[in-house]
């Protein structure tokens, strides 16, 4: 079956970095659109950043110029490396992949910045 596994979070000051990890498995990892989500406490959950089998990226406005996505076909892990974190970056983090449809999701990471 699907598994995604998020890992990387914790706590950091404002300004501060910290790289997120999602291991997958049970899936053929290399044609798979990868995604980060996030959801802040009493907001919806919110695409983060993408990115295709071809590497083609999308970010979400707020996160742009600061975060980094990547993948590593070879280890089945999609990166998010998060830069100049802001308060407003406070949130558990998805890592989410579609397979026939069907959308999956890790568990979450939380990832708290404090000012």
């Known amino acids: 079956q699907v598994q995604l596994v998020e890992s990387g979070g914790g706590l950091v000051q404002a300004g501060g970095s910290l790289r997120l990890s999602c291991a997958a498995s049970g899936i053929i990892f290399r044609i798979n659109t990868m995604g980060w989500y996030r959801q802040a406490p009493g907001k919806q959950r919110e695409l983060v950043a993408v990115?295709?089998?071809?590497?083609?990226?999308n970010y979400s406005d707020s996160v742009k110029g600061r975060f980094t996505i990547s993948r590593d076909n070879a280890k089945n892990t999609v990166y998010l490396q998060m830069n100049s974190l802001k308060p407003e970056d406070t949130a558990v983090y998805y890592c989410?992949?579609?397979?026939?449809?069907?959308?999956?999701w890790g568990r979450g990471t939380q990832v708290t910045v404090s000012s």
């Open positions: 989410n992949t579609r397979v026939f449809g069907g959308d999956y």
């Open positions: 990115i295709s089998s071809g590497d083609n990226i």
